[in-house]
């Protein structure tokens, strides 16, 4: 039994596996993976049953959705934690984290301290792995929201199918009290036509939904939109860059009415939200060309912001992308050869390879990007070297888009690696 001897050193007094330990009493059951979260939950005393507990899932725009709604349920008097990709933060906790959502013992260890701590409500990105793997069994929500999906993680799910199933199964009537759902998209139609749960439905096309965003607008400075729901109409403006961010805001007010929540708290919330780390993130230190780092790791990430992007500058867009190893490896060449179609300059770097031979990942990246024969390509495998260049190459009216990482500051392999820092540095050096 792998780790069993280690967890008997550390004070373990038994083991929960499909196999009996060597050293501890164990528990045996067929799956531990899917007792897990119900086994811990009990561990430490049911915590998600005393908290309001509030998900969202999809493929993009989990982070800034969650963090949105934490600020909207905040406004509406709620003492808030979140569990996203970014961190742990509860009222007395702070805690970087290295996944999406964590695995089930330090979901239900998490949610224990954040009620202890004199949490209410806790706003919670919810991963397909996690719900796959049973990361969150043992937690019944008081809302989930859907974003959207797009291809990614098919090297894991195989099949967009399967991707859609691990979505669904966290909008039965066993798992969330109510729903919200965009339906932007054809699966998000798809997912309001199947719930078994009241179900309130957003978009920022389709006026039938249930909340509807209006004439959005989007600046080099904030995002704004009027907003009909059913309790009303206002107009929202958020200091945030990107028309994803209307979307995702959508995504979080959806949720919240449909938790019973007031709409002008809520929206009240969402203004004070100055920005998400590492999502299309002002880089800003006197420079004369403009600065974003995004964690830009889908060809649909890129269609959506590259364009808004050029729309700010009267000048070239200038990418620095890569790929993460031990992802889906055939999602690098599109990587490459969009954001060639959509960029001026476009320099391939590494990001993480994690196992994986760098320059068999760089070289994919960089074959995409030649094949859209629309731009400058330039291949630079140490990230600084690239930033460097990305900065070097710049000049007044340009913009630099460092995209795939965010605010991720592990570089597997290499030293702690913050792009947002780098380029800060990068550009001191200059001046």
């Known amino acids: 039994m792998d780790f ?27 799956d531990p993976r899917r007792s897990a979260g119900p086994v811990c939950a009990r561990i430490h005393r049911y ?35 979140t569990m996203t990709g970014i961190g742990l933060q509860g009222p007395l906790t702070s805690v970087p984290t290295a996944r999406t959502t964590p695995e089930a013992a330090t979901v239900q260890r998490t949610l224990g301290r954040f009620r202890d701590e004199g949490a209410t409500a806790v706003a919670l990105e919810v991963s397909s792995h996690a719900v796959s793997e049973h990361r969150v069994d043992g937690v019944r929500f008081a809302a989930v929201g859907f974003t959207n999906l ?8 195989g099949s967009m199918d399967e991707y859609f199933a691990a979505k669904a199964e966290l909008f039965a009537a066993d798992r969330t009290a109510v729903a919200a759902v965009g339906i932007d998209d054809v699966h998000g139609r798809r997912l309001a036509r199947l719930v078994d749960v009241p179900c309130w439905t957003w978009s920022a096309a389709d006026p039938r939904a249930d909340v509807v965003g209006e004439n959005i607008e989007c600046t080099d400075a904030d995002t704004s939109m009027t907003v009909r729901t059913p309790l009303g109409s206002l107009h929202i403006r ?32 969402f203004e004070r939200v100055r920005s998400v780390p590492g999502r299309l993130e002002r880089i800003d230190v006197g420079q004369s060309f403009l600065a974003l780092v995004d964690y830009m790791h889908n060809t649909e990430g890129q269609r959506s912001l590259l364009p808004f992007v050029r729309s700010l500058v009267t000048g070239q867009v200038i990418v620095v992308v890569g790929a993460t190893g031990e992802r889906d490896p055939g999602k690098r060449f599109p990587l490459g050869a969009t954001a060639a179609a959509l960029a001026d300059v476009v320099i391939v770097s590494d990001e993480s390879p994690l196992s994986e031979d760098a320059d068999v990942i760089r070289r994919a990246v960089a074959e995409g990007a030649r094949a859209a024969r629309s731009a400058v390509v330039m291949v630079e495998p140490d990230r600084r070297a690239a930033l460097a260049l990305a900065v070097h190459t710049a000049r007044p009216g340009d913009v630099v888009v460092v995209a795939g990482r965010g605010c991720d500051t592990e570089q597997v392999y290499g030293p702690e690696f913050d792009d947002r820092v780098v380029l800060r540095e990068l550009w001191s050096d200059i001046v």
Not at 4 to 30: C, H, K, N
Not at 55 to 68: D, E, F, M, P, R
């Open 47 to 81: 915590p998600a049953d005393t908290m309001d507990m509030y998900g969202v899932t999809g493929t993009n725009g989990k982070t800034s959705t969650a963090l949105l709604l934490a600020a909207g349920l905040a406004a509406s008097g709620e003492v808030v934690a």
């Open 4 to 30: 069993e001897i280690e967890a008997f050193e550390r004070g373990a007094v038994a083991v929960l596996s499909d196999r009996v330990s060597t050293v501890l009493p164990t528990i045996v059951v067929a």
């Open 238 to 269: 958020l200091p945030l860059l990107g028309p994803h961010q209307a979307s995702n805001a959508l995504t979080a007010l959806a949720v919240a009415l449909a938790a019973g929540k007031d709409l002008e708290s809520v929206a009240a919330g």
């Open 150 to 157: 797009r291809p990614d993680h098919l090297d894991y799910h």
